[in-house]
């Protein structure tokens, strides 16, 4: 089964710029969607399709994905973007849905 | 406003059944793509289940044969039925909706959760 890979924890001072990684075999070829989720509440999607932002996303928020892996990258981090980050893709080969692991980004 | 509400989750011992349903209101469910994505206590993401708009259905690996997704298209409901519980199937248990196979969950619930006691 696919497997998209991502790394436990990310920390930042405000005002930096946080890079969010979605490791994958070949996952340039997929169309991945990104989750923000705060404690205690649903996630949200904010980025999908690799770079669409939905509306009411912060155009502070950008994605890209290429090759074996795609990025969240997340300008000026403010203390509301604390949160876990799952990364998403749906494998055609099994006509399954996988989630990444999710990252924690920790606002310093 | 597209809204899902899920009900129907509690306290199970090992080997139990639950039925869980996911009401929706804003859409319509048989003509999109309905899932069920748990999230165990402290730990990410999991996706367990979808019923595709011609009614398709795919399971993750670790539920095949005891949880079974389905739709009621009069009351507008998504379920999960789920059979011989184990305690790793405890989990907040979200409902979600894509549009296609390829396309993001773009409405979320806010989630029921299940604890199955040993």
């Known amino acids: 089964s696919y497997v998209l890979t991502q790394a436990p924890s990310v920390s930042m001072a405000p005002g930096m710029t946080a890079t969010i990684t979605c490791g994958g075999n070949?996952?340039?070829?997929?169309?991945v969607h990104w989750y923000q989720q705060k404690p205690g509440q649903a996630p949200v999607l904010v980025m999908y399709?690799?770079?669409d932002r939905p509306s009411g996303i912060p155009e502070r928020f950008s994605g890209s994905n290429s090759g074996n892996t795609a990025t969240l990258t997340i300008n000026r981090v403010e203390a509301g973007d604390e949160a876990d980050y799952y990364c998403?893709?749906?494998?055609?080969?099994?006509?399954?849905?996988?989630f990444g692991g999710g990252t924690k980004l920790t606002v310093l | 406003e597209e809204q899902l509400v899920e009900s129907g989750g509690g306290l199970i011992q090992r080997g139990g059944s639950l039925r869980l349903s996911c009401a929706v209101s804003?859409?319509?469910?048989?003509?999109?793509?309905m899932s069920w994505v748990r999230q165990a206590p402290g730990k990410g993401l999991e996706w367990v289940s979808i019923?595709?708009?011609?009614?398709?259905?795919y399971y993750t690996d670790s539920v095949k044969g005891r949880f079974t997704i389905s739709r009621d298209n009069s009351k507008n409901t998504v379920n999960l039925q789920m059979n011989s519980l184990r305690a790793e199937d405890t989990a907040v248990y979200h409902c979600?909706?894509?549009?296609?196979?390829?396309?993001?969950?773009?409405?979320w619930g806010q989630g029921t959760l299940v604890t199955v006691s040993s």
């Open positions: 070949n996952i340039g070829t997929k169309s």
């Open positions: 019923i595709y708009s011609d009614g398709k259905t």
């Open positions: 998403q893709v749906w494998d055609s080969s099994s006509d399954h849905w996988v």
């Open positions: 804003g859409f319509i469910v048989s003509r999109n793509y």
């Open positions: 979600a909706r894509a549009e296609n196979t390829d396309d993001p969950f773009d409405v």
């Open positions: 399709f690799d770079s």
